[in-house]
C-alpha cells in the first residue's frame, strides 16, 4: 500500500552550493500525489512536482539534481528523493524556505532519522511498482548505465578515478530500506581538492565545509574521517538512487552503472518513463488488466468536446485519473491542414495549436466528471507559455496535463507537451465552465 509521514517533520540546514540556510517542513498528502516541492519563500507559493519530466525542465546544475516549473527552481533534492524511495514514502509535500534543499552532514542519514521518527501510515491505496520487461541503455564517452530486468531493486556500481586516494571500486547491492539505512544513507558528498578550489571560484559550493563535504587529496582526506572504506562509492549509489526515484514510485531492476553521474542517470530515469508509459498503455487495452474507461477514445472525445475536425487537436487520452491528470496525444500528419499554408517550405505546427491541444486534453479532463458533462470550456487566461521546439509532421504530441484548481466555474491546469521525451511546450491555463 502507499504510505504517508503520521506527523509532521520540521528541519533546518544550509544549501551546500548556494551557502543560503533553509527551513523544511514534511506534511502528509493524500493518496496518488506523489512526492510535491513547495516554494513557501515566494510570494505564490508555487509547487513543483518531483518528477524526471520536471527534472528535464530545471537548467542543468553542477554536482547536483534541481527541479523547476517555468522560472521556478529547488537544487540538490537527491538524497531526500533517495529516503522518500528507500523508506517506502510515497506521498508528501515539502515546503521549503529556499532554493536548495540543505545538504545537512553531506548524506542523508538526517533526513532518515527523522522519517523515522515521524513514523509512517499505510493509506489503503495499491502502490504501483514499475518493473523492468526489456533492458535500457544509456553510454556516454568513458561511463555507461543501463537496467536489466530483475526481481529486485539491484545496483552495481563502478568507480574510477585516477587518483591515488580514490582509485577503482566496485560495489553489488540489493536495496531495502534496512540496508539503505545502514549502508548507503550514511555516506557523504565529496570532491577533489583541485575541484573544491574550482567549485569555490566559480560560485559554487558557498555551503560546503569540512564537516559535510569530504575533500580529498593526494595526501587522504582532509580535516575529516571516512565512515567506510568505500565511502565514496556509496555516495555515488546515493546520487543515483535519488535521480532514479523521479520516476514516481518504486522499482524492481538492476542497474549497472560504469562512472555514471546526475546527467546520465536523469536520461535513463526518461527511458524507464518511457517504458512504463508503454506498458500503461498496454494495460489499459487489455479488458482483464485495467478497465477500459481508463483510456479516452476519438469517439468519447467527441462526445465531451464540442470541436470537431478540422478544429479537434487530441486523438485519444491514454490516462485518465479523475479530477486530477490526463495525458493525451496528437500524431502530427502532413495532412493537417494547418501546414498547407504554415511554412509550407519548411512545415511547422503553429504554436496557438499546440497551445489549443493541449488546452483540449485539459477540457476532456475538466468536462469528463458528470456534473461537467454538457459544459463548454471558455478560455480565460494562457499564463507562462513557452515554446521549447519546433513541432513537425510525424511527431506524436504527448500532453501531460495536471489540475491546479477545479471549482464549479472555472479550472485551472497545468500543462506540458512532448516529442520523445523532450519538451516542446508547456502553459498554464485557466477556464470558465459555462453551460451549453
Known amino acids: 500500500m502507499q504510505k504517508t509521514i503520521k506527523e509532521e517533520i520540521s528541519l533546518r540546514g544550509r544549501g551546500i552550493h548556494t551557502g543560503e540556510d533553509v527551513d523544511v517542513r514534511m506534511r502528509p498528502l493524500g493518496a496518488d500525489m506523489g512526492v510535491i516541492f513547495q516554494r513557501v519563500d515566494l510570494p505564490e507559493k508555487p509547487m513543483i512536482r518531483a518528477d524526471i519530466q520536471a527534472a528535464l525542465a530545471a537548467k542543468k546544475q553542477s554536482r547536483r539534481t534541481a527541479i523547476a516549473s517555468h522560472a521556478i527552481d529547488i537544487q540538490t533534492i537527491e538524497h531526500l528523493m533517495a529516503v522518500f524511495s528507500c523508506l517506502g514514502v510515497d506521498n508528501v509535500l515539502v515546503e521549503i524556505g529556499g532554493p536548495e534543499v540543505p545538504g545537512m552532514d553531506g548524506s542523508a542519514l538526517k533526513f532518515v532519522e527523522a522519517l523515522k521518527k515521524a513514523g509512517l501510515e499505510e493509506q489503503g491505496v495499491p502502490r504501483r511498482t514499475f518493473k523492468v520487461t ?5 553510454d556516454g564517452p568513458a561511463s555507461s548505465l543501463m537496467i536489466l530486468p530483475s526481481s529486485d531493486f539491484r545496483i552495481s556500481y563502478t568507480l574510477s578515478y585516477g587518483h591515488p586516494r580514490l582509485g577503482d571500486q566496485y560495489m553489488d547491492i540489493t536495496l531495502n530500506a534496512d540496508v539503505f539505512e545502514k549502508e548507503i544513507a550514511p555516506a557523504r558528498t565529496f570532491c577533489l581538492q583541485e575541484e573544491a578550489e574550482e567549485l569555490m571560484r566559480n560560485g559554487m559550493g558557498k555551503g560546503a565545509d569540512y564537516d559535510n563535504t569530504l575533500v580529498v587529496s593526494k595526501d587522504g582526506i582532509i580535516r575529516n574521517t571516512l565512515r567506510f572504506k568505500d565511502e565514496f562509492i556509496r555516495h555515488k549509489i546515493l546520487d543515483l538512487i535519488g535521480d532514479l526515484a523521479l520516476l514516481g514510485m518504486p522499482m524492481k531492476g538492476h542497474v549497472i552503472a560504469v562512472k555514471s553521474g546526475h546527467s546520465m542517470n536523469l536520461k535513463l530515469a526518461q527511458k524507464m518513463k518511457d517504458q512504463l508509459d508503454k506498458q500503461y498503455v498496454a494495460a489499459i487495452r487489455s479488458a482483464e488488466c485495467a478497465p477500459r474507461e481508463a483510456q479516452v ?33 496528437k500524431n502530427v500528419t502532413i495532412n493537417d491542414n494547418f501546414f498547407e499554408g504554415h511554412f509550407p517550405g519548411r512545415p511547422v505546427m503553429p504554436g496557438v495549436l499546440i ?16 456534473e461537467n458533462r454538457g459544459k463548454l470550456a471558455f478560455f480565460m487566461a494562457a499564463n507562462n507559455v513557452k515554446f521549447r521546439k519546433p513541432v513537425i509532421p510525424g511527431d506524436q504530441l504527448r500532453i501531460e496535463v495536471e489540475v491546479g484548481k477545479l471549482r464549479s466555474k472555472t479550472g485551472q491546469v497545468m500543462t506540458r507537451a512532448y516529442v520523445d521525451g523532450d519538451m516542446v511546450a508547456e502553459a498554464d491555463l485557466m477556464f470558465a465552465l459555462v453551460e451549453k
Open 134 to 138: 526489456s533492458p535500457l541503455f544509456v
Open 297 to 329: 477514445d476519438i469517439a468519447t472525445i467527441m462526445k465531451i468536446l464540442p470541436h470537431r475536425y478540422p478544429f479537434l487537436l487530441v486523438d485519444r487520452v491514454i490516462s485518465m485519473e479523475d479530477g486530477r491528470r490526463a495525458v493525451g496525444i
Open 355 to 370: 497551445v489549443e491541444a493541449m488546452a483540449q486534453v485539459g477540457g476532456v479532463l475538466m468536462l469528463s466528471p458528470a
